[in-house]
C-alpha cells in the first residue's frame, strides 16, 4: 500500500459525459502528479501541483482540468468525453516535488462507451 | 529532462541476478537516475534512485558509470513476481521547478521459471 488513495477504482460512462477523478496524497506530501495510461501505451504525464499550485503542465487536453484543495486532496475533472479517454488514471505524491521518489495509487480505470 | 533508452524486453531465469541496463547520455549535472517499475497495470513502484554513486536498498543496486551516461538497476535474485516493465527515469531536483516523472516504454522484464 502506496498510501495514495484513489476513487474511484472503475468508472464506466458515455461519451460527451464529465467525470471527476479523486486522490488523496500520501500524509504530508505536498506534490500531486497525474498520468493517464492507455491500452498498451505508455504513462503520459498530465500535470503537478505544489501545495495547491499548479506547478507543471504535460499533455493535458483542454477538455481536461484538475486542482489541489488546501487539504492536498487533488481532483482531475475529464470533460466533453471521448471513447479515446478510456485509459488508466493514476496519481502520485510527494513530499516536496524535487528529489525524492514518489508514491503512486492504484490508478482509476476509466471506460468511455 | 534527459532522454533514456532502454531495450525493449529481457529475460531473466529464476534465482539469478537479473541486469537491466539504461542509456543517458545527455544526462546532466543535477538530474538524478530513477528506476520504477509497473506490474501489470498497478501503479507504478518506486525501486531507487542515485546522483553519482552506487546505491543499494532492500529491492535492488543502481550502478551509475562514472560518466553518468549510463547506469544498470540489478535485482540479485530475480523472483517470478519481479516480472514487470522497469522504467529508467531521469529528473531534475529543483526548487520552484516542474519535476514531473516522464516515463518511456521501459523495459519488459519477464522471470522465467
Known amino acids: 500500500d502506496s498510501g495514495v488513495t484513489q476513487t474511484p477504482k472503475h468508472l464506466i460512462t458515455a461519451t460527451g459525459q464529465r467525470v471527476t477523478l479523486r486522490c488523496s496524497p500520501r500524509s504530508g506530501d505536498l506534490s500531486v502528479y497525474w498520468y493517464q495510461q492507455s491500452l498498451d501505451q505508455g504513462l503520459q504525464f498530465l500535470i503537478q501541483y505544489y501545495n495547491g499550485e499548479e506547478r507543471a503542465k504535460g499533455n493535458i487536453l483542454e477538455r481536461f482540468s484538475a486542482q489541489q484543495f488546501p487539504d492536498l486532496h487533488s481532483e482531475l475533472n475529464l470533460s466533453s468525453l471521448e471513447l479515446g479517454d478510456s485509459a488508466l488514471y493514476f496519481c502520485?505524491?510527494?513530499?516536496?516535488?524535487?528529489?525524492?521518489?514518489?508514491?503512486f495509487g492504484q490508478g482509476t480505470r476509466l471506460t468511455v462507451v | 529532462d534527459a532522454k533514456t533508452t532502454q531495450p525493449t524486453s529481457m529475460d531473466c531465469a529464476e534465482g539469478r541476478a537479473a541486469n537491466l541496463p539504461c542509456n543517458h547520455s545527455?544526462?546532466?549535472?543535477?538530474?538524478?537516475v530513477y528506476w520504477y517499475r509497473q506490474i501489470h497495470s498497478q501503479g507504478p513502484q518506486y525501486i531507487i534512485h542515485g546522483l553519482k554513486n552506487n546505491e543499494t536498498n532492500e529491492m535492488a543496486s543502481l550502478i551509475i558509470t562514472e560518466d553518468r551516461k549510463s547506469s544498470t538497476l540489478i535485482l540479485p535474485h530475480a523472483t517470478l513476481r519481479d516480472t514487470a516493465v522497469y522504467y529508467c527515469i531521469v529528473r531534475v531536483a529543483e526548487l520552484n521547478t516542474g519535476n514531473q516523472f516522464y516515463f518511456g516504454t521501459g523495459t519488459s522484464l519477464t522471470v522465467i521459471p
Open positions: 502520485a505524491s510527494s513530499l516536496t516535488g524535487t528529489a525524492g521518489e514518489a508514491f
Open positions: 545527455t544526462i546532466s549535472g543535477n538530474e538524478y
